[in-house]
């Protein structure tokens, strides 16, 4: 049997609620593996040995996320990055803009909720400057990347490997497989969904910013299929080393004023909202 761990770093465990949600399949992955230690799945402390396949879901915020990771890599053949904050560092990782100090003062002393607020660091792991995508610390064998990740991609990938296999993510964008008819019209103005957009017709060429271009395939388009933008959460194909700025520069090639408002401190969210950690933006804001 094949010795299994999951694990949860920075995230919300939304990654393995879609490994559960695989249901009758999950059950049956359980006939061939042995899940030795999981966060939310069984009650075991301390990670073990001979670790088969490890899936790591989360991003990495604190020091115990750091050292956890890197225990985890050196008693694993195989590690998975789990979800888009383990491939990317995720919705998380857009903290990364802001002064670390200036995030924890806001948090904790700041907000509504909080009266004469402390904040903590006693007894606890120390929160390190930026949120990093599990590859900024350890070699990542394979990525099963999505907000949350597709179950049915989950199974075919961890099937795959437990067989001896290379599985290979889609090649394509989501563009590829989402149903709305392309006429090749140019939006005249980018906007916000606030009303409800033409079903059938692309929704950029109607002017709603949906990242489906500069996105990974494999989903097969939900959001757009549904009529809602695609927010890029499966991240960019090997290809592309910067989904948002991919994003601008195709938003640009259809209209040019767009390039001239783009401002990291508006737009942010909407072009890095899974991969600013990840991201040519954050070396470049960085470097400044
Ligand atoms: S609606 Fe989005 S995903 Fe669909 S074709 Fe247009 S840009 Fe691509
Ligand atoms: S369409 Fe875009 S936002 Fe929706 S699931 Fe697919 S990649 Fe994620």
Do not use: W
């Amino acid at each position: 049997m094949k010795r299994i761990v999951t694990i949860g770093l920075a995230g919300d465990a939304g990654c393995h609620v879609a490994l559960v949600n695989l249901h009758k399949k999950f059950l049956k992955l359980l006939r061939s593996v042995k899940i030795l230690h999981s966060y939310i799945l069984v009650d075991e402390k301390e990670i073990p040995n001979e670790i088969d396949l490890a899936l790591i879901e989360g991003a990495v915020r604190t020091s115990h996320n750091e050292a956890v990771v890197k225990e985890v890599r050196e008693k694993s053949k195989c590690v998975i990055a789990f979800g888009s904050c383990a491939c990317f560092g995720g919705i998380a990782s857009l903290c990364n803009i802001l002064d670390l100090n200036d995030l924890l003062d806001y948090v904790y002393q700041h907000t509504d909720s909080t009266v004469e607020g402390v904040i903590p660091f006693e007894n606890l792991p120390k929160v390190q400057e930026k949120v990093r995508p599990i590859s900024d610390i350890v070699k990542v064998d394979y990525m099963i990347p999505g907000c949350p990740p597709i179950p049915e991609e989950i199974a075919t990938i961890v099937q795959a490997i437990l067989l001896g296999l290379k599985p290979e993510l889609p090649r394509k964008n989501v563009c590829d497989e989402c149903k709305k008819k392309r006429l090749g019209i140019t939006p005249k103005v980018i906007k916000r969904v606030t009303s409800k957009p033409d079903a059938k017709q692309c929704l950029l060429e109607q002017g709603y910013l949906c990242l489906g271009p500069a996105t990974r395939a494999g989903c097969k388009a939900p959001c757009p299929n549904y009529n809602m933008p695609c927010e890029g959460c499966r991240g960019p194909l090997e290809t592309v080393p910067d989904q948002g700025l991919a994003m601008l520069d195709a938003l640009s090639a259809l209209t040019e004023k767009f390039a001239h408002e783009y401002s990291p401190t508006v737009h942010l969210g909407t072009f890095h909202r899974y991969t600013f950690a990840s991201s040519f933006l954050a070396k470049m804001l960085r470097s400044r």
